[in-house]
Each structure stands twice: as structure tokens, then as C-alpha cells.
């Protein structure tokens, strides 16, 4: 085997590994991922069933509003001084609450 095919194949025993490496690690991230918070935006809270739920019961039809796709990549902080009062502190507070009692995933 030349030198050449030698070092190609250790470059490519190399990258296989750490192909695999950073994959795996993807996958520990990925399972060990917290629930959302309230600081994440609401599309993300939107996206996760469980949080959807509890942001629908605190704020009902917000997952339907006609103006979602305006807010959506928000926290509920920040939209709260544009809600005319539909968001408040009180209503964020008990999402967040409701949301840390929620099993970790």
C-alpha cells in the first residue's frame, strides 16, 4: 500500500469516527433536550403538544390567531406590550409554572 492510499484510508477511518462521534452526541443532545421554556418562542411552544396544551389553556386560540405568523418567532415577553393586555405577567408566570411541572423529556 503506498503512503498515499495509507493516508487516505487513516483520513477516512478518521472522519468515519468522527462522523460517528459527533451523531452520537446529536443524539444524547436530542434525548436529554429540556422542556421549552417560556422563553422560547411561541412557535416553539406551539410545536411541542404538551407545551401547546398548557399556552391554549392560559391563552385560548392563540395557536389560531390571525396574526400568528407576525408573532410567532416572539417570546411571550415580548409580545406582551403589543397584546392590549392579553398577555400579562400573571398569564406568563402560570404558563411557565404549569410548564415546569411537566415530566422531563
Do not use: C, R, W
Not at 436529554?32 to 385560548?60: F, G, M
Not at 410567532?72 to 406590550?81: A, E, G, I, K, S
Amino acid at each position: 500500500m503506498s503512503k498515499f492510499t495509507a493516508a487516505l484510508a487513516a483520513v477516512a477511518l478518521a472522519s468515519a469516527s468522527l462522523i460517528g462521534t459527533t451523531a452520537l452526541a446529536q443524539i444524547s443532545a436530542t434525548a436529554a433536550a429540556p422542556n421549552p421554556t417560556v422563553d422560547d418562542s411561541i412557535a416553539d411552544l406551539l410545536a411541542d403538544p404538551d407545551t401547546a396544551a398548557i399556552v391554549e389553556k392560559h391563552l385560548p386560540g392563540l395557536s389560531q390567531h390571525p396574526a400568528l405568523p407576525q408573532f410567532q418567532d416572539m417570546t411571550l415577553d415580548q409580545v406582551m406590550p403589543y397584546s392590549q393586555g392579553a398577555v400579562t405577567e400573571e398569564i406568563i408566570e402560570a404558563i411557565d409554572a404549569d410548564i415546569k411541572a411537566l415530566p422531563a423529556e
